[in-house]
């Protein structure tokens, strides 16, 4: 059976726990703003500002991360995101990270920053929910740089691919020239070359020029 819309804002990370009641109290101060998105859409930008909370209502998600100094760009195929960068709303940097887009047709609920803090955050359950996935945020990045090994040059790929990662999971698409890569690994051209090429030999990426797709991060560090 399909949820209904009110079930579906329910699951929502910031939202779960909350009873029926308080939800429809919460919402009543809220302009609901659902917009429609196709294939292909862009939802929001690398770098833009982050002034509305992005939910994910339907549909599946890409994000494209650029590196600033243009040696590679990473993408991500993202099913089970549910809301886009809560935590870049606070803080020092408020921006967004990547640039989001749908793989398939979807809908998207935003709420403006402001409203956020006025009305939403003024619920406990709420605040408490924003903490934990702050939280997590932070200590998946740090379980990332201080948990990883870099023993041998696969070692270091992994670690950076997750590195710029926004989840430690899923299929990736690193589009990078051979030359940069070692550079950034501090190895040899031919080590990750020849590393890359076993990779691929074992079935756990596909390696072409200028060209890396990961179907599963998870199966290269498992």
């Known amino acids: 059976m399909e949820l209904t819309m009110f079930e579906r804002m329910l699951q929502l990370p910031l939202l779960q726990g909350l009873t029926s009641q308080e939800m429809s109290e919460v ?3 809220v302009r609901l703003d659902f917009v429609n998105y196709q294939s292909g859409d862009e939802i929001v930008m690398q770098d833009a500002p982050c002034r509305n909370l992005i939910y994910i209502i339907s549909g599946e998600l890409m ?5 600033p100094q243009y040696r590679f760009t990473l ?3 993202l099913p089970q995101v549910k809301v886009l960068e809560p935590y870049n709303m606070f803080g020092m940097y408020q921006k967004y990270s990547r640039t989001y887009q749908f793989k398939d ?3 998207t609920l935003n709420i403006d920053k402001q409203v956020v803090l006025k009305r939403l955050m003024a619920n406990t359950i709420v605040k408490i929910n924003l903490m934990n996935i702050t939280c997590n945020r932070y200590q998946q990045t740090l379980r990332i740089l201080c948990d990883t090994p870099e023993n041998t040059v696969k070692d270091k790929i992994v670690k950076f691919i997750l590195s710029y990662s926004s989840v430690p999971k899923g299929a990736k ?3 990078i020239k051979m030359v940069n890569l070692a550079d ?3 190895e040899t051209r031919l080590k990750v070359s020849q590393t890359l090429n076993d990779l691929d ?4 990426l596909t390696l072409q020029r200028g060209y890396i797709a990961i179907p599963e991060i998870q199966d290269l560090y498992k």
Not at 63 to 67: I, K
Not at 201 to 204: A, K
């Open 173 to 175: 698409e690193l589009k």
């Open 105 to 107: 047709d979807g809908i």
């Open 27 to 29: 919402m009543s101060h």
């Open 201 to 204: 030999r074992e079935g756990l």
């Open 184 to 186: 950034i690994l501090h």
């Open 63 to 67: 994000a494209e991360y650029r590196d």
């Open 75 to 77: 993408t991500e195929y």
